[in-house]
Antibody, heavy 118, light 110 residues
Framework: EVQLVESGGGLVQPGGSLKLSCTAS????????MHWVRQASGKGLEWVGR??????????LYAASLNGRFTISRDDSKNMVYLQMNSLKSEDTAVYYC?????????WGQGTLVTVSS | QAGLTQPPSVSTDLRQTATLTCTGN????????AAWLQQHQGHPPKLLSY???NRPSGISERLSASRSGNTASLTITELQPEDEADYYC???????????FGGGTKLTVL
């Protein structure tokens, strides 16, 4: 069974940084691409970015609206994917999900809440 | 960035058929089709179908997806109370070079 567990969320001040983690199990993580998706309270889903596997040179892709503030990385030895978020703004406040990118957004974690506020 | 267009809400009677729509363009739905996700309040989304009408294992046969031109549709027959949820469509946009989502449709089962 695919399991994805996000962690690292919390309260951060505007302009600050935060690194989210997603621990994966139940599938061949090293061969899998992974997405990050966020959802502000009461709002819809917003794609953040994606990282591919080693065979695809760990290629990353991001939503243009992030203007280079976010970086996705992974550690295949730990079955983990990360989302480094810098220069955080109030509008980045959301639940952040990692998702297995097999056929589409195949499986999701429970999400971790990031609140950007002074 | 531009996304996909979904009606904010749809209401349909119990045991009837609901059809949800998602409109994009030739760079997204018209190119590679759409996926559909269901989200119950307080829970993460769940993939219902991908590339128009491929269902992951365990997804009810009451759900079927299709595409006509730049519009994707999700049809749910024999509506049940548990079908009441938010439904999102998603597609790869080759022009934006990004994944895009619709704004979501809240399905109410009357």
């Amino acid at each position: 069974e695919v399991q994805l567990v996000e962690s690292g969320g919390g309260l951060v001040q505007p302009g600050g940084s935060l690194k989210l983690s997603c621990t994966a199990s139940g599938f061949t993580f090293s061969a899998s691409a992974m997405h990050w998706v966020r959802q502000a309270s009461g709002k819809g889903l917003e794609w953040v970015g994606r990282i591919r596997s080693k065979v695809d040179n760990y290629a990353t892709l991001y939503a243009a609206s992030l203007n280079g503030r976010f970086t996705i990385s992974r550690d295949d030895s730990k079955n983990m994917v990360y989302l480094q978020m810098n220069s955080l703004k109030s509008e980045d406040t959301a639940v952040y999900y990692c998702s297995l990118a097999k056929e589409s957004f195949d499986s999701w974690g429970q999400g971790t809440l990031v609140t950007v506020s002074s | 960035q531009a996304g996909l267009t979904q009606p904010p809400s749809v209401s349909t009677d119990l045991r009837q058929t609901a059809t949800l729509t998602c409109t994009g363009n030739s760079n997204n739905i018209g190119d590679q089709g759409a996926a559909w996700l269901q989200q119950h309040q307080g829970h993460p989304p769940k993939l219902l179908s991908y590339r128009n009408n491929n269902r992951p294992s365990g997804i009810s046969e009451r759900l079927s997806a299709s595409r006509s031109g730049n519009t994707a549709s999700l049809t749910i027959t024999e509506l049940q109370p548990e079908d009441e949820a938010d439904y999102y469509c998603s597609a790869w946009d080759s022009s934006l070079v990004a994944w895009v989502f619709g704004g979501g449709t809240k399905l109410t089962v009357l």
